[in-house]
């Protein structure tokens, strides 16, 4: 008889995933991180998860009030697309 364990499957599909989200990740900063060098990029705000929950928002910012406008900017935008509304990037 053979026995097939659910719970190694799973554990096999979380490392999997992780490794996805991980490589992601990575590959978004790899692109913010050129666009920054290349000056595409001059400010911004990002929004990031730990393992345990916690939230942290990491800005480079000229001032405060660019800074709330560009993280509503990105939570309008994040609202729109979880809608499954049209998003223009341009």
């Known amino acids: 008889m053979k ?3 659910i719970n190694e ?3 096999n599909k979380l490392e999997e995933i992780r490794a996805q989200q991980k490589e992601s990740a990575l ?3 790899e692109d913010m991180r050129q666009r920054v060098e290349d000056g ?3 400010e911004f705000v990002a929004a990031s998860t730990d393992e345990a929950g916690q939230v942290q ?3 480079s910012i000229k001032d405060y ?3 709330l ?3 509503e900017m990105g939570k309008y935008t994040l609202t729109v697309i ?3 509304d049209d998003y223009d990037e341009e």
């Open 40 to 42: 595409e990029i001059i």
């Open 57 to 59: 928002i990491h800005c």
């Open 82 to 84: 979880a809608a499954g």
């Open 69 to 71: 406008g560009m993280f």
């Open 27 to 29: 590959n978004i900063l």
């Open 65 to 67: 009030v660019g800074g």
């Open 3 to 5: 026995v097939v364990s």
């Open 9 to 11: 499957r799973t554990e």
